[in-house]
């Protein structure tokens, strides 16, 4: 951050240049903000403002860097996580754009991953919305560094001030812009910088803007501004006489303030505030500079948590491209040509094509991603921009690079054969909304199959279920817009499906005692069949699953067909006597029967057992059964009572409250799962995004009228 307020050696390329042989020499920064807030556009203006790229894109087109994938430019909006590095000087920032949008978390908590600082990026329009702010808390729980880009500000209806203030009472009070927007003719054309007084103008067509010292007029509000901001590096300083020295009215030298304005962002305890709008490229060259001055590089970031393979911690890990091979995956797509082409953060040693890896998974079991080891040799080495790969010969620790033509998924580590290691998982969000999915006809299902599987490897927050109850294939998802997209992919790929309602699995039992005949006698040449037994069924306790009880006096039907019959039971109950679904909680008990000396065979008293079932069924009243979960709800107080009485609709019984931190309520509820199957989009909206829930199966109830 120079005196000037502008960086001299802004512009740059991310084309041309080596791979950086040092992680002093890297920034990986993820730039976060609610869906619309200007993120990607902000990108194209700093791709296009160092000569990256030759003109910025569209996204109506769907021709920028950020929005390449197909579904991207369907849905109008950033849905996958994407990288485009500058080069700025000597040092290479990996920028990174995700999704706003609250269906696409997964890709947002990999963008965190691999990054060493956030951007958040603020609509001058819309301003700050409740994700965004329960976003900014987790980042300083973890001590992530931040800065606050407020964007649009060419929208007629820009508030700067107005949205200021909302960040500030968001965020903070060290929530503290660096530059105020200077306007001519209504158009936010210049920056003057509040701590050199000088005024970056970008109503040239120049990339760079043209810096000169600020005239009396533009000063009105500098005054003020600069000494809250002064007053501010000053709180954060560790020199603990500078305020005093301040206030007692001393000219605190310039490049001890930037000094500690740098030592202060990137230790995550001073936020700067950059005003920008993408039309002009106003800011960008000040935002660079922020990043590359005042973010940390990846050696002032802790590796992750590190194991071998049998679960051993490895201890005093460091960004060291020296060191031992670790990096891990944090998003995997597919290439027509190249196949699967996996993104890595490497968080130690030096990544070199041509070179044997180890590829592990584990911990992810549960999402389909069975726990796997495999040794590989690597091909060719490459730097993402955008869609577009660039071949490299090496990535060192603290940068990102991709590789092609591997088994790995997301969330595997990359590490070295002679030494496998294992980073521990990151925490990634429960899919919540079921999606059931058919092949379109018999002869697709083995596509269906194939590239289900491919769209799964790379998306941690996508769980597919072959549900065993009701046969369907359920694609569990964030949301309505992430369901779209797995779909589209998997119809871009060839396959033919459909959606069909979900089916919830019910279950049958007898609200009443009754008792069966089975008989099953047939002759027809030869050995006949001779089967008769009698059955008297009662209703258990819920959750009693089935008793068989065998009351045969005398030696009317043999032990072996007596094991038969209950054979026969248990395969009616998987059946269902009423509606299809199986028959639970019930006590059968077997008080008679006879028996042939020749016809007589296990399948002739598995048919009477099946038979005399449904019999007793047929006498009985059969009560249908659903399944209820536990649900636990946590949404900020304001939205208490609104999400008690939707949970009232929902035939929901409420369980607790407890009160959770930062304003927060946790609400506990019993609520039948049918009414659950598209709660994760309506608890959204309900919240204004900012509810979430999870849920865990509890029993099966009675359904009303049944």
């Not at 008989?519 to 008793?547: M, N, T, W």
């Not at 204004?688 to 029993?699: M, P, V």
Request: hydrophobic letters at 40%; proline letters at 6%; one cysteine or more.
């Amino acid at each position: 951050m120079s005196a000037k307020g502008t960086n001299g050696s802004a512009k740059g390329t991310a084309s041309s240049e080596a791979a950086p042989d040092r992680p002093e020499l890297l920034r990986n920064v993820v730039l976060v903000g609610h869906s619309g807030a200007g993120k990607t556009m902000l990108l194209e203006a700093v791709l296009a403002s160092t000569g990256a790229i030759s003109r910025m894109g569209s996204i109506a087109d769907g021709t920028t860097v950020g929005d390449s994938d197909p579904s991207a430019v369907h849905q109008q909006r950033s849905v996958t996580l994407s990288v485009a590095p500058v080069v700025v000087g000597d040092i290479k920032v990996n920028l990174l754009d995700t999704p706003g949008y609250a269906d696409f978390v997964g890709e947002l908590r990999a963008g965190l991953r691999a990054a060493d600082g956030a951007l958040f990026v603020v609509s001058a329009v819309d301003g700050v919305d409740a994700t965004t702010t329960a976003l900014w808390a987790e980042c300083e729980r973890v001590g992530m560094p931040r800065a606050v880009v407020i964007s649009r500000l060419d929208h007629p209806r820009a508030d700067y001030d107005g949205v200021l203030s909302e960040c500030r009472a968001a965020f903070g009070e060290s929530v503290i812009p660096l530059y105020l927007p200077l306007r001519t003719d209504g158009a936010a054309t210049k920056l003057l910088g509040l701590l050199s007084g000088t005024v970056s103008d970008y109503s040239g067509d120049e990339l760079q803007p043209q810096s000169r010292p600020a005239e009396q007029d533009e000063l009105a509000d500098w005054g003020s501004a600069r000494g809250e901001l002064i007053e501010g590096i000053i709180a954060e300083s560790e020199d603990e006489t500078l305020m005093d020295r301040y206030l007692g009215g001393e000219d605190i030298a310039l490049d001890t303030l930037i000094g500690d304005l740098e030592t202060a962002v990137a230790r995550g305890s001073f936020f700067p505030v950059i005003p920008t709008s993408a039309t002009n490229g106003l800011g960008t060259a000040e935002l660079l500079e922020v990043l590359t001055r005042g973010f940390p590089s990846p050696v002032e970031h802790a590796v992750p948590e590190v194991t071998e393979l049998n679960g051993n911690p490895v201890e005093g890990l460091a960004c060291d491209p020296a060191g031992p091979l670790v990096g891990e995956v944090v998003r995997t797509t597919v290439d027509p040509f190249l196949g699967r082409v996996c993104l890595v953060r490497l968080f130690s040693g030096t990544l070199r094509e041509d070179t044997p890896v180890h590829i592990a998974g584990h911990g992810l079991e549960d999402r389909g991603h069975p726990d796997h080891d495999s040794d590989e040799r690597l091909g060719h080495l490459y730097s993402p921009f955008g869609s577009t790969l660039r071949p490299v010969q090496f990535a060192v620790a603290g940068d990102l690079c991709a590789i092609a033509r591997v088994s790995a998924e997301t969330g595997d580590t990359v590490s070295s054969r002679d030494q496998p290691l294992l980073v521990a998982a990151w925490d990634m969000p429960e899919p919540l909304m079921p999606v059931a999915v058919e092949a379109a006809s018999h002869g697709d299902e083995d596509a269906l199959a194939k590239n289900l599987a491919r769209v799964a490897a790379g998306d941690p927050t996508l769980r597919v279920e072959r549900n065993p109850e009701t046969h369907q294939l359920v694609l569990w998802c964030m949301g309505e817009a992430h369901a779209e997209v797995v779909l589209d992919r998997l119809r871009e790929q060839g396959v033919k499906l459909q959606t069909v309602d979900v089916v919830t699995p019910l279950r049958e039992t007898f609200a009443e005692g009754a008792a069966g005949h089975g008989r099953y006698v047939k002759q027809s040449g030869g050995h006949g069949q001779y089967a008769i037994c009698d059955i008297e069924v009662e209703p258990l306790e819920r959750g009693g699953g089935f008793e068989f009880v065998d009351r045969i006096v005398g030696g009317v039907i043999p032990g072996p067909f007596i094991t038969s019959v209950e054979k026969g039971v248990r395969s009616q109950m998987e059946k269902g006597v009423a509606k299809g679904f199986p028959v639970v909680d019930i006590r059968v008990t077997l008080v008679g029967g006879k028996t042939h000396s020749v016809d007589s065979s296990d399948a002739a008293f598995q048919a009477a057992g099946a038979l005399a079932l449904r019999e007793a069924a047929a006498a009985a009243k059969i009560q249908l059964l659903e399944p209820v979960s536990s649900v636990t709800i946590s949404v900020p107080d304001d939205y208490v009572g609104a999400v008690m009485s939707d949970l009232s609709s929902r035939r929901g019984r409420l369980t607790g409250t407890t009160s959770e931190a930062e304003a927060r309520t946790e609400i506990s509820a019993e609520v039948p799962d049918v009414e659950l199957l598209r709660y994760a989009v309506e608890l959204r909206a309900l919240t204004a995004g900012t509810g979430r829930f999870r849920r865990e199966y509890l029993r099966h109830d009675p359904v009303a009228g049944s």
